[in-house]
């Protein structure tokens, strides 16, 4: 499972783990990425276990999302970020679920009013409820499948805060970003470059 995040955000990360929007230990100086009204939607959006989206921390189940490719190239009047600052925190089903944290999972993005949600007790069907073709597609659009976007950006929602141990390792988009993860205090075993998630 993939986090995108900034770089400036790794220090905080480093301390507290991820740390979603209402938490006591969110970070002060969090630096978004991405569409702002779409963050505030989804703060408000109310699902239908009776929480707000806001309390969750999103994971992607693949790279090279469509919310990446409107960060890297700034359309839609989302501010550009440079690709070298854009970091994957990765993490696994199985480390959220060996530290018995909350969670629920998507087939699609969560705010369409298609997309289901499953609670952790589906959690062993989980590939016959999303769609890994589609997570894994290089594109989404697609005359003969107009659901595929919606598909692609199925996610996984973790309830309040993600504790650092539970990153395995971060996804960086060259050698220069690699070093200033270790520069930070990230050791390198856990840093890979891969060019290809990105844009």
């Given at each position: 499972m993939y986090r995108m995040t900034h770089i400036e955000n790794i220090p905080h990360i480093l301390l507290n783990g991820i740390t979603h929007m209402h938490s006591p230990n969110r970070n002060p100086n969090y630096v978004p990425i991405g569409d702002g009204s779409l963050i505030s939607n989804r703060d408000k959006f109310k699902l239908s276990n009776g929480q707000q989206l806001g309390s969750y921390i999103p994971f992607y189940f693949g790279t090279r999302m469509p919310m990446l490719f409107v960060i890297q190239k700034g359309f839609n009047n989302v501010k550009r970020v440079p690709v070298e600052d854009i970091i994957y925190c990765v993490s696994t089903i199985q480390e959220i679920l060996d530290h018995k944290l909350d969670f629920i999972f998507s087939n699609g993005h969560a705010v369409d009013e298609l997309t289901e949600f499953y609670s952790a007790d589906h959690v062993n069907d989980i590939l016959d409820k999303i769609d890994m073709s589609a997570i894994g597609a290089k594109y989404w659009t697609s005359e003969t499948d107009l659901d595929l976007k919606r598909r692609k950006e199925a996610e996984c929602l973790i309830h309040n805060d993600l504790p650092i141990n539970s990153i395995l390792g971060y996804v960086v988009y060259n050698?220069?970003?690699?070093?200033?993860?270790?520069?930070?205090g990230i050791e390198e075993k856990k840093i890979v470059v891969r060019s290809n998630f990105y844009f």
């Open positions: 050698a220069l970003t690699k070093q200033k993860l270790i520069d930070i």
